[in-house]
């Protein structure tokens, strides 16, 4: 007689799995996440917070939101102590999510702090530059990028040289998560400029640094889920490649009235900064190289739909909307969108991304009430709105 042959369904190693397999390993932290959501504030919370006075009725109104017992604690309110209330619940959040986690899921989680960790390094290496105290610039420190504290005490230690970076990475970095992203900067600025590379020591320079580190992440986490193939691949992949896009808009702004806008640098330091991964990678970003004004930056993002409408909103100067604006309101609309389709990962970078935002939207609105700003107060752009422009039909 013929033997049925029973065999596993447990996804391959370093795979989600599909709509038959995610659940067994992943379904779990994905019911957790996507409870999570009914925490986000909502119209009606974000309607009566712009109508407060002070913040202690902001105060109040948060204690009827999931915001309660983060601030059950506070007596008296300000800016910055509701946002380090917000963003240490979001790391306890966070880090529930974590434990509850299995491979690939919990390498996926862990790529989503290593931006944190890099922040950190930068702001320790900056604050070191113009001699800030050390406990100032940790408590300054993002929660979900911090090493142990000797190696947070460590790092601002090593000397503001090439020499000097080498020793932090060789002592300290090349144990961390980061450390590989260290050292592809190190190896790339030894062949750009030669073993006797020039002390790294302006404020510029760090910058360079900080934006070489978030350039490698970005392209090492495309690749990752890449890998995974799937949903995540498609959806996880689509948000990676816009915030690269992001990224290399930005550096390319914010080069200008720099050293990094000359000639010479931007054929050579400014071109190694655009991430290898996005929509403007590779055409846009070689064109990116040679622009030097905001004028010629138009043109080529001109060739960018989804670009252009948001530079356009920029370039005609209304004053309503910044750039950030129009990147955090696409951004917004993507990062829902991952929640609306099941069995992938990029749900949960979603989530941290989307309680971010909110994050800014409080902090906002505090400070608009603190400093008697109230014609700006509504400059904020809401999560899972029922009111925002995508939902309502209208075109951005």
């Known amino acids: 007689p013929n033997k049925t042959i029973l065999t596993m369904a447990t996804p391959k190693p370093n795979s989600p799995g599909d709509i038959t397999t995610f659940n067994i390993l992943h379904g779990f932290p994905e019911a957790l996440v996507r409870g999570m959501r009914s925490s986000f504030l909502q119209d009606a919370d974000y309607h009566h917070l712009t109508q407060c006075e002070t913040l202690d009725d902001v105060r109040l109104n948060l204690t009827e939101s999931d915001y309660a017992e983060a601030l059950a604690d506070s007596n008296t309110m300000t800016p910055a102590s509701l946002q380090k209330a917000a963003i240490d619940k979001l790391v ?13 899921l919990a390498k996926f989680m862990d790529f989503i702090t290593y931006e944190y960790m890099i922040e950190n390094v930068m702001l320790l290496l900056k604050g070191a530059l113009s001699g800030r105290d050390i406990n100032e610039l940790i408590e300054q420190c993002h929660p979900l990028g911090m090493f142990k504290e000797s190696t947070m005490r460590s790092i601002p230690t090593f000397e503001n040289s090439s020499k000097g970076y080498a020793d ?30 020039r002390n790294v020591l302006e404020e510029v320079e760090i910058e360079i640094i900080k934006s070489s580190l978030i350039k490698y992440w970005l392209e090492d986490f495309h690749q990752y889920v890449e890998n995974l193939g799937g949903d995540t691949a498609t959806i996880m992949g689509e948000l990676l490649k816009v915030r690269a896009d992001t990224n290399a808009i930005n550096i390319t702004l914010n080069s200008f009235g720099t050293p990094l806008n000359e000639p010479d640098m931007r054929t050579s330091d400014r071109k190694r900064l655009y991430p290898a991964v996005g929509h403007l990678y590779p055409a846009g970003t070689s064109m990116l190289i040679d622009v030097q004004d905001e004028e010629e930056l138009g043109r080529v993002l001109d060739l960018f739909p989804s670009y252009s409408a948001i530079w356009n909103m920029h370039a005609g100067g209304s004053g309503d909307k910044s750039i950030d604006d129009g990147f955090y309101e696409r951004d917004v609309q993507m990062l829902e969108l991952a929640f609306e389709s099941q069995m992938h990962f990029a749900v949960f970078y979603a989530y941290v991304k989307l309680k971010e935002q909110e994050i800014r939207n409080l902090v906002w609105i505090s400070e608009c009430i603190l400093q008697q700003q109230k014609d700006e107060i509504n400059k904020f752009v809401p999560v899972f709105s029922q009111h925002c422009p995508w939902r309502m039909g209208k075109k951005h």
């Open 168 to 197: 932090l990475y060789q002592t300290v970095l090349v144990d961390t998560p980061v450390g590989p992203y260290f050292a592809l900067f190190l190896q790339e600025s030894v062949q750009h400029r030669g073993a006797d590379a």
């Open 92 to 104: 306890t959040e966070f880090k529930y999510l974590r434990t509850q986690t299995v491979e690939p």
